[in-house]
């Protein structure tokens, strides 16, 4: 079947197989390999992105589900000229990672995480991060410097409005 799918901006059409995953589309169509293909069974969230600007599993969602929405990924959050998303800043910055096979998929879910939350909501508590995270696993354990990230990206100006 023929779908377009936006990716980061640019359409990317292809005639695919009604079978294909997201994240495969995503990898293998548009060559975008910072999503992870983690476990296929929506545990781990190494393959999260943004679709029309809410977290979702890839591995879980079919392409042509998606034909014809925005999708996000961790290669579309960075400004053209290369400046950094202020959660990739805040994972980099507080050492949010350890192998980094995990970070596309947090920083992604930190993002919609935080672009959730009403402007006027109180600042955003770890324990709420923690939660805002179920679902997507660090093997490395390295739970304490993505909330550490978390937090500081939460104080960004541009992140608050």
């Not at 781990?44 to 977290?55: E, I, Y």
């Not at 969602?61 to 400004?79: C, F, H, K, Y």
């Not at 997507?136 to 978390?150: F, K, Q």
Request: aromatic content about 2%; charged content about 15%.
């Amino acid at each position: 079947m023929q779908i377009s799918i936006t990716i980061n901006g640019s359409e990317v059409a292809a005639d695919v197989e009604a079978r294909t995953l997201l994240v495969q589309y995503i990898r293998d169509v548009a060559g975008l390999k910072g999503t992870n293909i983690g476990c296929d069974t929506t545990s781990c969230g190494a393959c999260t992105v943004l679709l029309d600007g809410q977290s979702v599993k890839s591995c879980t969602v079919l392409a042509a589900q998606v034909a014809g929405r925005q999708v996000t990924t961790i290669e579309g959050l960075a400004e053209a000229d290369g400046t950094m998303h202020p959660v990739q800043r805040a994972f980099h910055e507080n050492h949010g990672l350890q192998c980094g096979f995990c970070t596309p998929g947090m920083v992604m879910a930190i993002t919609s995480l935080l672009a959730e939350r009403p402007p006027d909501a109180a600042p955003i508590t770890a324990e709420e991060v923690r939660l805002g995270l179920e679902g997507n696993l660090c093997r490395c354990t390295g739970y304490h410097n993505i909330v550490v990230a978390a937090l500081a990206a939460s104080r960004v100006p541009e992140l608050q409005s």
